[in-house]
Nanobody, 130 residues
Framework: QVQLAESGGGSVQAGGSLRLSCVAS????????MGWSRQAQGKEREGVAS???????SYADSVKGRFTISRDNAKNTLFLQMNSLKPEDTGVYYC????????????????????????WGQGTQVTVSS
């Protein structure tokens, strides 16, 4: 069973930075598709960033140029570096993981198709004040 645990959330002023971490435990070595999503108060959860099994990344338009997703496979840890934070970035941030799908001889990840992720962390609160 894969377990995910986020950390690094907190309160920061607009323009500041935070670095979120997500540590995976259990049989995480096969769950090479990972991503971050967030949920603002009163809004639907949205995909923020994803990283594929081959290391390729995807970002929501709203965070491009400000957020960077990365991973340390040896430590089973996912990161989200958030710079130039805005009040609209406020929300609970969740990490997620899933096994890649085999299509032909290639591995495919769901990117930010949130309903395809099978494991989720408990979330960490990020609050950005103006």
């Amino acid at each position: 069973q894969v377990q995910l645990a986020e950390s690094g959330g907190g309160s920061v002023q607009a323009g500041g930075s935070l670095r979120l971490s997500c540590v995976a435990s259990g049989y995480a070595y096969t769950h090479n598709c990972m991503g971050w999503s967030r949920q603002a108060q009163g809004k639907e959860r949205e995909g923020v960033a994803s990283i594929d099994s081959d290391g390729s990344t995807s970002y929501a338009d709203s965070v491009k140029g400000r957020f960077t997703i990365s991973r340390d496979n040896a430590k089973n840890t996912l990161f989200l570096q958030m710079n130039s934070l805005k009040p609209e970035d406020t929300g609970v941030y969740y990490c997620a993981a899933v096994r890649p799908m085999v299509v032909g001889g290639d591995w495919r990840c769901p990117r930010m198709a949130l309903d395809q992720y099978t494991h989720w962390g408990q979330g960490t609160q990020v609050t950005v004040s103006s």
